[in-house]
Every structure is written in C-alpha cells, then in structure tokens.
C-alpha cells in the first residue's frame, strides 16, 4: 500500500523540516521526487543523502514567489517525463498583528505563501491535465482556521492556501485532479528551535514545554508524521478524496474550543 513507484512528485521547501518529512517519505515509497527549494545547496545536501539510501531525488534551487523561475524549472522537469504529484509546502512565518504587521512584512508573506502556491499551480496544472489527471497537496495551518495570537500575516496567507484547495479541487475534478490540503497544528522542527533560541534565550527548555502544551495530546507533531498523511493523501489509495482540509493537530482544533 502506499507506492508511489514510477510517480514523479515535486516538494516545494522539501529539503527541510516538513518538507524534507515529505521528500524521504516519497522516496522510501518509490517516486522521483523533486525537491524546489530556495537554498539550492542545502537541497542538494538532502538530495545527496536521500539519494545515498536509495532514493531517487534531484535538487532544484527556486524561488517560488518568482513565476518566471517556477515556470522555467517545472517545464524543464515536465520535458523529462510526466508530472503526478505536487506538494507545494514552501512557506514563511512571522510573528505580529494587525498594528505590528509592516506592510513588508506582509508584502513578503503573501509573496511566499500565496503567490508561491499559485505560481506553482499555474505552471504545474496544464501539464498535469495533460497527463490526465494528478494530485496537489497543499500545506495550510490550523491558523488558517482558527484564531492564534500574533499570526495576523501568518492565518490571512494560510486561509488563502486552504480556499485555493477548495477552488482548484472544484474547478479541476472533471480533469481527474484531486487536491487537498493538510493543517498542521506545531511541528517541532529546527524553524521551531530556532525561533524558540530568538526570541526566549535562557528559556529554551520552558518555553518549548509551553508550546508542546497548546496541542492538547501533550506535545508537538513529529515531521515524519506529517510526512506519512502527505503520503497517503498523494497515493492511489486516496483515491476518492479532494477537496478536503486534514488537521493534524493533536487536538487543537477541536478540543480547545
């Protein structure tokens, strides 16, 4: 269950914390994963080590706000063989709200975190309808549907992702392409470290304990296991599912409410 052999995959931001979650879990299942990812080296470095397991990974460097460089590296990927798979999970974060938000501050995030995940749409859906049909995976937030203190840019940019789920499942089911997305709640990742070694120096060890407590499980997700529900979701055994919003959040949503 869960092959994704003779499937090529594209992950954007896949050489770190979730995304590289989602680049080894495709992998280990048997695609030809492409990593975009805007430090070139450091997706290379992943590349090289999934590879050196017996992956099968090639590294891209790639600005994903840029439409012209997005365009440039997924037709040079789709004039090598079909695209199936897109994962576009390249995202920024900020801290602030609606009065401490900048206008660059949000300028830069609706660059990444929207614009991105449209350019990377906009490309890769003609080739996939020329394949007939494909998957999309989007990476929301559970911000993008709940309240979180001083994440304004952060929740209006991730309710954008998750409404552009919605519209792209609706607009592209008849081409057979299935798109969904997944919200996690805290992941710990090495974003998570350091921020946490930022902004609470001397308090690394307390303030990680605060935030594993929001979720109501106990603590905070594992990459890997965000990386398994991208998995399933890109699968055949998916099959029957788009247009659909999966929280993975050890309870946040629905328990603290």
Same mark, same amino acid.
């Given at each position: 269950?869960?092959?994704?052999?003779?499937?090529?995959?594209?992950?954007?931001?896949?050489?770190?914390?979730?995304?590289?979650?989602?680049?080894?879990?495709?992998?280990?299942?048997g695609?030809?994963?492409?990593?975009?990812?805007?430090?070139?080296?450091?997706?290379?470095?992943?590349?090289?080590?999934?590879?050196?397991?017996?992956?099968?990974?090639?590294?891209?460097?790639?600005?994903?706000?840029?439409?012209?460089d997005?365009?440039?590296?997924?037709?040079?990927?789709?004039?090598?063989?079909?695209?199936?798979?897109?994962v576009?999970?390249?995202g920024?974060?900020?801290?602030g709200?609606?009065?401490?938000t900048?206008?660059?501050?949000?300028?830069?995030?609706?660059?990444?975190?929207?614009?991105?995940?449209?350019n990377?749409l906009?490309?890769?859906?003609?080739?996939?309808?020329?394949?007939? %049909?494909?998957?999309?995976?989007?990476?929301?937030?559970?911000a993008a549907?709940?309240?979180?203190?001083?994440r304004?840019?952060?929740?209006?940019?991730?309710?954008?992702?998750?409404?552009?789920?919605y519209?792209?499942?609706?607009?592209?089911?008849?081409?057979?392409?299935?798109c969904?997305?997944?919200?996690?709640?805290?992941v710990?990742?090495?974003?998570?470290?350091?921020?946490i070694?930022?902004?609470?120096?001397?308090?690394?060890?307390?303030?990680?304990?605060?935030?594993?407590?929001?979720?109501?499980? %106990?603590?905070?997700?594992?990459?890997?296991?965000?990386?398994?529900?991208?998995?399933?979701?890109?699968?055949?055994?998916?099959?029957?599912?788009?247009?659909?919003?999966?929280?993975?959040?050890?309870?946040?949503?629905?328990?603290?409410s």
């Amino acid at each position: 269950m869960f092959s994704l052999q003779n499937k090529t995959a594209l992950v954007t931001g896949g050489a770190s914390g979730i995304g590289l979650a989602i680049s080894t879990a495709f992998a280990q299942a048997g695609a030809t994963v492409h990593i975009l990812e805007l430090n070139a080296e450091q997706a290379q470095a992943e590349a090289d080590t999934l590879n050196a397991a017996g992956g099968r990974v090639r590294a891209h460097g790639v600005d994903v706000s840029k439409q012209a460089d997005v365009r440039a590296v997924i037709d040079g990927i789709a004039a090598d063989g079909p695209i199936h798979i897109l994962v576009n999970n390249a995202g920024i974060a900020h801290v602030g709200n609606a009065e401490t938000t900048t206008e660059a501050d949000m300028d830069r995030l609706f660059a990444v975190n929207v614009k991105g995940v449209y350019n990377c749409l906009h490309v890769t859906i003609p080739h996939l309808k020329t394949n007939g %049909g494909g998957v999309i995976l989007n990476m929301a937030s559970v911000a993008a549907t709940v309240g979180i203190a001083d994440r304004f840019a952060y929740s209006i940019t991730k309710g954008a992702v998750l409404t552009m789920t919605y519209q792209v499942a609706k607009d592209y089911v008849k081409q057979g392409i299935r798109c969904n997305c997944i919200s996690p709640g805290r992941v710990h990742t090495p974003f998570v470290d350091g921020f946490i070694a930022k902004n609470y120096p001397g308090q690394e060890a307390d303030m990680f304990a605060k935030l594993s407590a929001t979720q109501p499980i %106990g603590r905070m997700a594992k990459p890997a296991e965000i990386g398994a529900l991208a998995l399933y979701l890109c699968s055949d055994e998916a099959a029957f599912i788009t247009g659909t919003d999966y929280p993975i959040d050890g309870g946040f949503i629905r328990l603290n409410s």
